[in-house]
């Protein structure tokens, strides 16, 4: 049964929860495989590792952005309530539209995958992968249904498990260090610095999804200091993890090697512990995406959730389940598409490009809104400020814009389609404002 949101939803959440909802949007597959993609792109130990820098850098500049923007706008569905306040509705709606189509439930289909193919070689079960990724994406579906503190709990325990994963691969990845000692330099192929803009996809991929603890500030106790807080803490630690892995996959295998295989962190570990040690970081792996699964079904669906309260969605979305105090509608939304981009479109690769193509221009986007407010009130926010504000918030803005068109050129085809789909919103949004206008008039008039 459901609830009018007029109860609001509950607010049980507190820093230690919005540190590992950060860290957990953020930590997937995506560092125990894309090191390996970084090395198809660019040559050198020294752009390898830069280009994981220059992410983390950007992550670092983004968790101040929106460390600010919690602070001035602490409401229900996070970046989709600055872009609306800055901008349009029509805008915030695109996002939230390209959020649940495309960006928040393509990048959880892609991770679903990873995890069947890793649970299927630690079994060898011989389910479809797509029937195990299905299943996986419903049970979490299930649990988040539960309510926030379900959820987050859940997401908490598999952010240690995670971090557990990490600290070994990056332990005994330096313990390898002296087994094979093949330089890093010398195998070094020719410098191919042009290509670093695009090995700049999969690290911000990687990095991508500390904007989705935004989502859930109306669960917390205290939005304007919590998820500020939790923001930095965040970013900092997975940008110190993330560098240090980076510099073990680059150091124990080298570039050539690196460049070459599909499954860095595995072949780390073998090189540390054998064949046991690449089957200890399959699990750890597996681990890994369950947990970014876990965190994207805990926030996302409060962003469908604030469209249906503000008109522009099924009314049923904007719900709560009167016991639990959850959009059970929204979650169930949620997981039911990206159970369907699973077993029509779970390719890896495309919905790689077309994520990070729609990602970056709200990114840019919000960015651009802390420019809107900070000009419509420029009085310091109490707690944590865009440091160098307008010029770092213009850089970032800059950087994520350029990635979109970087990506679009560069991948036309996989690109081109996130785009229409998002432009497919713009008579979708018409159609829900022309309906709730005609629902305002006939209150009026009953």
Request: hydrophobic residues 55%; glycine residues 10%.
């Amino acid at each position: 049964m459901t609830a009018p949101a007029a109860t609001g939803l509950a607010r049980r959440l507190g820093v230690f929860d919005a540190t590992m909802i950060v860290m957990g949007g953020i930590i997937g597959a995506g560092i125990f495989r894309n090191p390996a993609v970084v090395a198809q792109y660019v040559s050198t130990p020294t752009l390898m590792l830069g280009a994981w820098a220059v992410g983390g850098l950007i992550a670092l500049t983004g968790a101040f952005v929106y460390a600010e923007l919690a602070q001035r706008r602490p409401e229900v569905g996070g970046q989709y309530a600055y872009i609306r306040d800055a901008f349009h509705p029509m805008v915030a709606f695109l996002y939230g539209w390209g959020l649940l189509l495309v960006t928040q439930t393509g990048g959880m289909a892609a991770v679903a995958m990873t995890f069947a193919d890793y649970l299927r070689e630690l079994t060898g079960m011989g389910v479809d992968r797509a029937v195990i990724a299905v299943v996986t994406l419903l049970i979490l579906t299930v649990i988040n249904c539960f309510g926030a503190r379900s959820g987050s709990n859940v997401q908490s325990a598999l952010m240690v498990m995670k971090l557990v994963a990490i600290l070994a691969l990056i332990g005994f990845g330096l313990s390898a260090l002296g087994v094979n000692p093949q330089s890093a330099v010398a195998e070094s192929r020719e410098p191919r610095a042009e290509s670093f803009s695009s090995a700049m996809v999969p690290v911000l991929f990687a990095f991508g999804g500390w904007q989705t603890a935004s989502f859930v500030s109306g669960e917390m106790k205290n939005p304007e200091r919590d998820l500020s807080r939790g923001l930095l803490f965040g970013v900092l630690g997975v940008v110190v993890l993330y560098l240090a892995v980076s510099f073990v996959s680059v150091a124990v295998l080298g570039p050539a090697a690196l460049a070459q295989t599909s499954t860095p962190a595995s072949d780390v570990m073998r090189r540390a512990l054998g064949d046991n040690g690449a089957r200890l970081m399959a699990a750890g792996i597996a681990v890994s995406t369950v947990g970014f699964l876990s965190q994207g079904m805990l926030t996302a669906p409060r962003v469908y959730y604030a469209m249906a309260r503000d008109g522009l969605f099924f009314k049923s979305v904007g719900s709560l389940n009167e016991r639990s105090r959850a959009p059970v509608v929204a979650i169930a939304l949620q997981g039911v598409w990206a159970s369907v981009i699973v077993l029509f479109f779970g390719v890896y690769g495309p919905v790689l490009n077309y994520v990070v193509s729609l990602d970056a221009v709200f990114f840019g986007l919000t960015g651009a809104a802390l420019l809107v407010f900070r000009r419509r009130d420029p009085a310091a926010v109490k707690g944590m400020a865009m440091p160098g504000h307008p010029w770092t918030t213009g850089i970032f803005v800059l950087a994520f814009w350029t990635l979109a068109v970087s990506t679009i050129v560069q991948f036309p085809k996989d690109a081109g389609m996130g785009v229409l789909l998002l432009l497919l919103g713009v008579p979708v949004y018409l159609y829900w404002k022309r309906r709730r206008v005609s629902d305002v008039s006939s209150s009026r008039t009953s």
